[in-house]
């Protein structure tokens, strides 16, 4: 079965530096792997998806991710951080033909001006 | 973004009290999807349904029971609600793209007195 594991439950940096999200998945088959992102009192936003044709994928609002198979990682990065990015942000797997996703707990991201 | 709505949007109920909760789409889309949202917890998957009148249980299935009478709704019933299922829910939807990218609505707030 599929699971995700999000490392860190809260990450704090200041305005224009690097975002590091960091994500680790199991997976017995070829995942599909996600990064949602949901601002305060809203539902969530797809950012990015990985579905195994290219590793690195790039998504909305300057933000990207990594497939690193070896590392069974997914980490979210974006190079400069902006005050809009403060929110919660959700890693999630699938198997390829599997309709259920498999949610991680969250991580809360705060932008310090 | 994608047609989803949610109704009603916020609810208090007392406990013991049955309550639905309903999920319209206008994407024509095959697969619908509820979750609870918990802190601590992320999203997990309540029920779900592959099509008109075909459902199955998710991972916090008990208490809840679902219906989906026609492709645009799924409707979401708490049979006696407890203090334990105040929550917010999403409903979801997805397609069969082969890549299941759910898109989500933008919640209900259920609070269980």
């Known amino acids: 079965a599929q699971s995700v594991t999000q490392l860190d439950s809260h990450v704090s940096v200041s305005e224009g530096t690097p975002v590091l999200l960091r994500c680790n998945y199991s997976?017995?088959?070829?995942?599909?792997l996600f990064w949602y992102v949901q601002h305060p009192n809203k539902g969530l936003q797809l950012l990015l998806k990985?579905?195994?044709?290219?590793?690195l994928v790039k998504g909305i609002n300057g933000f990207e991710a990594e497939f690193k198979k070896s590392e069974t990682s997914f980490h979210l990065t974006k190079p400069s951080a902006h005050m809009s990015d403060a929110a919660e942000y959700f890693c999630?797997?699938?198997?390829?033909?599997?309709?259920?996703?498999?949610f991680g707990t969250g991580t809360r991201l705060t932008i310090i001006p | 973004d994608a047609g989803i709505t949610q109704s009603p949007r916020h609810k208090v109920t007392e406990t013991g009290t049955p309550v639905t909760l309903r999920c319209h789409q206008t994407?024509?889309?095959?697969?619908m999807y509820w979750y609870r949202q918990d802190p601590g917890h992320g999203l997990r998957l309540i029920h779900y349904s592959y099509g008109v009148k075909d459902t199955d249980k998710g991972e916090v299935s008990d208490g809840y029971s679902v219906s989906r009478s026609k492709t645009e709704d799924f409707l979401l019933t708490l049979e006696s609600a407890t203090s334990s299922q105040t929550s917010v829910y999403f409903c979801?939807?997805?397609?069969?793209?082969?890549?299941?990218?759910?898109?989500f609505g933008p919640g209900t707030r259920l609070t269980v007195t």
């Open positions: 997976s017995s088959y070829s995942p599909s």
């Open positions: 990985y579905t195994s044709a290219a590793t």
């Open positions: 979801a939807i997805a397609s069969r793209s082969g890549e299941w990218e759910q898109y």
């Open positions: 994407e024509n889309h095959r697969y």
């Open positions: 999630v797997g699938g198997n390829f033909g599997n309709e259920k996703l498999t």
